[in-house]
């Protein structure tokens, strides 16, 4: 088949966390490649298979049926940043730099270029890495939504329909036994899941780590609600919320982590204290993981498919060193040195901080 550009073979990876969307990018970016008569070279396991030379070519079979599964055919890891690689020497971790070794397979396969579709860890390691003469096209993800250059990253709107369901679930119970229900969700330093799901589910309080909250503040909100006859409430809680008095709760550290805090437990902390200090029954659902897995929504089916076709056609005219964006409803690109320069966090000007105080919902501060 004649080339229809000068491209003949790239390479796709998914680094960090999955989300539901990944499958979909994939497909997006091999079928149109194809299309255009490129070679598709599939590598394992994000950057720690790239760094230990794991690929294989992708045909058009290979990316049948996956526009609706979670996860990633491919395989990701948050461990494998090739400049902050752990390596174990004499008993303990030491962290080296294995860059050269992706850049020895990006050769030693031939690439031409390199689909990487990943959040922020990867975003700066794609940076490095086109600055070494690696040609780059990101591709963002992550269900935190956390980074500037995009109005929206795909696998955000997943995990917030989990949380919304969840909490519906958590309304019925609550109410029939008059309890505190609190759900803990992720979305690390970055509010946009708890913000975005408990405003969608209804939530009475939103803790997000944007805004440090005050102990009196939700004790009060939960009594006056339970004098109003309202005898329960809920308060959908970021894993990375914190009091103003206190720090975020972490539940582990590993070095070998691309971020090595894993957070996780502030929701137990303020079940406790609320039972404690108001004399409410309180119960915490933590919900983990599942906001990660299963199918896609379709919202998050068709922006991956946008990004995804979107990505192999700056790859096919050799716009390299950007990642792909949505502004508005437009999808565009960015540098990807831009990209990374600044985190996405929400603010007091945020219209959905707006509208949930509308509605009543509290914050947990008197500050906002
Ligand atoms: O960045 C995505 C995310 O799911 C965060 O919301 C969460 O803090 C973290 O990853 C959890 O990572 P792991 O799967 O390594 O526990």
């Known amino acids: 088949m004649k080339l229809k550009t000068n491209i003949k073979r790239i390479g796709i990876l998914t680094g960090g966390g999955d989300c539901p969307g990944l499958n979909a990018v994939i497909r997006g970016v091999t079928k149109p490649a194809h299309d255009l008569g490129m070679e598709v070279f599939g590598i394992e396991d994000g950057f720690e298979g790239f760094v230990q030379g794991k690929a294989r070519q992708l045909y058009n079979k290979d990316v049948s049926g996956i526009l609706t599964t979670g996860g990633t055919i491919l395989g990701s890891s948050n461990k ?3 400049f902050h690689w752990p390596e174990e020497i004499d008993g303990t ?3 080296c730099d294995r860059s050269k070794n992706a850049l020895k397979y ?6 031409d270029a390199l689909i990487a579709i990943g959040g922020d860890g990867t975003m700066h390691i794609c940076d490095k890495l086109s600055k070494m003469g690696m040609n780059i096209v990101g591709v963002p993800k992550t269900i935190d939504n956390d980074l500037e250059a995009t109005d929206q990253t795909f696998g955000h709107d997943s995990a917030v ?11 019925t119970t609550g109410s029939s036994h008059h309890r505190v229900m609190i759900v803990e969700v992720m979305g690390r330093y970055a ?5 975005n799901g408990g405003l969608a589910g209804g939530a009475d309080i939103i803790l997000l780590p944007e805004f440090p909250f005050s102990w009196e503040c939700i004790y009060n909100k939960v009594v006056q609600r339970n004098m109003q006859g309202k005898r329960f409430s809920i308060i959908c809680v970021a894993e990375g919320a914190k009091p103003k008095d206190g720090e975020m709760v972490v539940k582990a550290t590993d070095i070998k982590r691309t971020d090595p805090i894993q957070l996780g ?3 137990e902390l303020i079940g406790k204290k609320i039972s404690d200090n108001t004399g409410l029954e309180t119960r915490v659902t933590v919900l983990g993981h599942l906001q990660r897995g299963g199918s896609p929504t379709p919202y998050d089916r068709i922006l991956s498919t946008k990004f995804g076709t979107f990505a192999i056609d700056l790859a096919s005219k050799g716009k390299f060193g950007r990642m792909v964006a949505l502004k508005g409803n ?3 690109s960015v540098k990807i040195e831009d990209a990374i320069s600044k985190q996405k966090l929400v603010s007091s000007s945020t219209q959905a901080v707006i ?8 914050f947990g501060t008197t500050e906002l």
């Open 161 to 171: 329909y989990v949380v919304s369901e969840a909490i519906d679930r958590l309304h």
């Open 80 to 82: 494998g940043d090739p």
């Open 191 to 195: 509010g946009w899941i708890a913000l």
């Open 93 to 95: 971790i030491k962290i």
């Open 330 to 332: 437009e999808v565009t």
């Open 355 to 362: 509208s949930a105080k509308a509605v009543g919902v509290s």
């Open 265 to 267: 437990g502030i929701g």
């Open 106 to 111: 990006y050769q030693g396969w031939n690439l």
